[in-house]
């Protein structure tokens, strides 16, 4: 009983580090004001280049920094169409979702002989807080240091947004564009750092995922989880600490499908599956019409408006 509760909660902080970064992304983007549909790509984005950078370099802390730069640039794309050229913002998030994948297909084959997939990493990001490898319960409670980072992450994010001067900025941004212009913060700028440091995060997420859990870049390496973290958004009601709260709800369904095929419980594979996926679309039926986005999310800024 103990081995399998370690097991859960090992997997449950496991399977979330990824979903965490991506929706710290959301949460840094939509508070200033940009609706960032586009996390999925990037984190497909930063899966692969990780992938690739830490298998080439062997050092699997590189390819995890290379994959928050490509997600940055990715990212970038997104800012461009959607501040500078106030294009739809929804549109353009959808745009990259569809690049995304198909860019790094076409970079997986080009980089590794024409296979859809990578070769495995020779390193994995390194486990920490480990305990005895006799001891079962501590082995399954060795958590990957993107865990930790994670975590870190939230916390800093939650300080910068919540008790520093440029967080105020950031929020009032999001909330009142034209007040904020007024008092002589520029929201062009704003916007542009949050919706890079957005991609950066997402591209992190996406090597947590190949770096850590999976340790290979496969089509399906992400599979929704850039979804699933804008649901954690929505439902933790665009806070650091409330996403990072939901990511780790669906986290455990994720470990749950994952325990319930090992212990043969008499369900269907694909019915185990979906597990997540049920959960993130009940949470969204149950919370989308409870939570208040920022008033200006969604919205491009036109100087000289209200």
């Given at each position: 009983m103990i081995n399998d509760i370690s097991l859960l909660i090992g997997n449950t902080f496991m399977y979330s580090a990824p979903l965490i970064f991506g929706a710290l992304g959301g949460v840094i983007s939509e508070r200033?004001?940009?609706?960032?549909?586009?996390?999925?790509?990037?984190?497909?984005?930063?899966?692969?280049?990780?992938?690739?950078?830490?298998y080439f370099s062997g050092n699997p802390w590189?390819?995890?920094?290379?994959?928050?730069?490509?997600?940055?640039?990715?990212?970038?794309?997104?800012?461009?169409?959607?501040?500078?050229?106030?294009?739809?913002?929804?549109?353009?998030?959808?745009?990259?979702?569809?690049?995304?994948?198909?860019?790094?297909?076409?970079l997986c084959r080009m980089f590794f002989n024409g296979a859809t997939m990578s070769q495995p990493v020779p390193n994995k990001l390194p486990k920490i807080l480990g305990g005895a490898q006799s001891n079962t319960v501590a082995q399954n409670l060795n958590f990957d240091s993107t865990v930790i980072l994670a975590?870190?992450?939230?916390?800093?994010?939650?300080?910068?947004?919540?008790?520093?001067?440029?967080?105020?900025?950031i929020r009032s941004v999001g909330e009142h564009p034209a007040a904020a212009d007024t008092l002589g913060i520029s929201v062009t700028r704003t916007r542009y750092i949050c919706v890079l440091l957005?991609?950066?995060?997402?591209?992190?997420?996406?090597?947590?995922?190949?770096?850590?859990?999976?340790?290979?870049?496969?089509?399906?390496?992400?599979?929704?989880?850039?979804?699933?973290?804008?649901?954690?958004?929505?439902?933790?009601?665009?806070?650091?600490?409330?996403?990072?709260?939901?990511?780790?709800?669906?986290?455990f369904a994720q470990a749950l499908?994952?325990?319930?095929?090992?212990?043969?419980?008499?369900?269907?594979?694909?019915?185990?599956?979906m597990l997540p996926y049920i959960l993130t679309i009940v949470v969204l039926i149950l919370f989308v019409g409870r939570s208040v986005a920022p008033k200006a999310d969604g919205l491009p800024y036109e100087k000289g408006t209200r």
């Amino acid at each position: 009983m103990i081995n399998d509760i370690s097991l859960l909660i090992g997997n449950t902080f496991m399977y979330s580090a990824p979903l965490i970064f991506g929706a710290l992304g959301g949460v840094i983007s939509e508070r200033s004001g940009v609706v960032n549909l586009g996390i999925e790509g990037m984190m497909t984005v930063g899966a692969f280049v990780g992938t690739a950078v830490g298998y080439f370099s062997g050092n699997p802390w590189v390819g995890f920094l290379a994959a928050g730069l490509a997600g940055g640039v990715f990212a970038l794309l997104h800012a461009v169409a959607s501040i500078t050229f106030k294009a739809d913002q929804t549109i353009s998030g959808i745009a990259l979702n569809l690049i995304g994948p198909g860019l790094t297909l076409f970079l997986c084959r080009m980089f590794f002989n024409g296979a859809t997939m990578s070769q495995p990493v020779p390193n994995k990001l390194p486990k920490i807080l480990g305990g005895a490898q006799s001891n079962t319960v501590a082995q399954n409670l060795n958590f990957d240091s993107t865990v930790i980072l994670a975590f870190l992450t939230m916390l800093v994010m939650w300080f910068v947004l919540y008790r520093t001067k440029w967080g105020l900025r950031i929020r009032s941004v999001g909330e009142h564009p034209a007040a904020a212009d007024t008092l002589g913060i520029s929201v062009t700028r704003t916007r542009y750092i949050c919706v890079l440091l957005s991609g950066v995060l997402a591209g992190f997420g996406g090597a947590a995922m190949t770096l850590a859990v999976i340790q290979q870049f496969t089509p399906t390496a992400i599979s929704g989880q850039g979804f699933i973290a804008l649901a954690a958004v929505i439902f933790g009601k665009w806070t650091p600490q409330g996403a990072y709260g939901a990511c780790l709800l669906f986290g455990f369904a994720q470990a749950l499908s994952v325990f319930m095929g090992l212990v043969k419980v008499p369900i269907r594979s694909e019915v185990l599956a979906m597990l997540p996926y049920i959960l993130t679309i009940v949470v969204l039926i149950l919370f989308v019409g409870r939570s208040v986005a920022p008033k200006a999310d969604g919205l491009p800024y036109e100087k000289g408006t209200r």
